[in-house]
């Protein structure tokens, strides 16, 4: 099972910024927080990923509480083609020695015009 | 450069027939990975490869699937005597490694009739 909470839909005013929350209070002290979106009839898209710092990329900002219980992915400028399922997933480092992710059923994002 | 690629990109089988699904990942990617998806839920982990072997093969549902990679680039995965509960898009994914960013394909949309 997940080892997430995520709300299942938000929306987002386009060019506004989307905070996307995620809940994962059971997370280990080895485990990183993975984010990866889902565009309608594609396949997943890795976004970002951090331990414990906060981290930055050209796609989005993660966000990680201090006692590592929550973390909030930020797509600074949202625009139409951000509407996506974004995922939040808690692993060992890519899955550890399994190799997998464990995938919950997301936030369904809506960039409305 | 090119990306992981799936083929076919639709299959409509009937119960009790045979499919075999394709992947081709990332060159020179060692890590490839199957998941499945159904309607509404977030992708499931069934098979992990590193190399020629299957590493993790724990989400396979039954014995009517299988996986191969026997020159540990392209796999295929196979479905024997298909079910209607087999209906799902089928997800392939690959890394560098195990502790590498995971890249999917679009993925086969599989729809047993």
């Known amino acids: 099972d997940a080892k997430t909470t995520q709300p299942t839909s938000m929306d987002c005013a386009e060019g506004r910024a989307a905070n996307l929350p995620c809940n994962h209070s059971t997370i280990s002290g080895n485990e990183y927080v993975y984010w990866y979106r889902q565009i309608h009839s594609q396949g997943p898209q890795y976004i970002i990923h951090?331990?414990?710092n906060n981290e930055t990329n050209e796609m989005a900002s993660l966000i990680i509480t201090e006692d590592r219980k929550s973390s909030t992915l930020i797509l600074p400028h949202a625009t139409l083609r951000d509407t996506a399922v974004y995922y939040c997933i808690v692993s060992p480092p890519y899955g550890g020695s399994q190799g997998n992710l464990i995938f919950g059923k997301g936030t369904k994002l809506s960039v409305k015009p | 450069g090119a990306g992981v690629s799936q083929t076919p990109s639709n299959k409509v089988t009937e119960k009790g027939k045979y499919v075999e699904l394709r992947c081709d990942p990332i060159?020179?990617?060692?890590?490839l990975y199957w998941y499945r998806q159904s309607l509404g839920q977030g992708p499931e982990f069934l098979i992990y490869f590193q190399g020629t072997g299957a590493a993790d093969d724990s989400g396979l549902p039954n014995d009517r699937f299988f996986a191969v990679r026997p020159e540990g680039s392209v796999s295929t995965l196979k479905i024997q005597r298909t079910e209607r509960g087999d209906s799902a898009v089928y997800l392939c994914?690959?890394?560098?490694?195990?502790?590498?960013?995971?890249?999917f394909g679009p993925g086969t949309r599989l729809t047993v009739l």
């Open positions: 951090g331990l414990k």
């Open positions: 060159s020179g990617h060692t890590a």
């Open positions: 994914a690959s890394s560098g490694g195990p502790q590498d960013t995971q890249y």
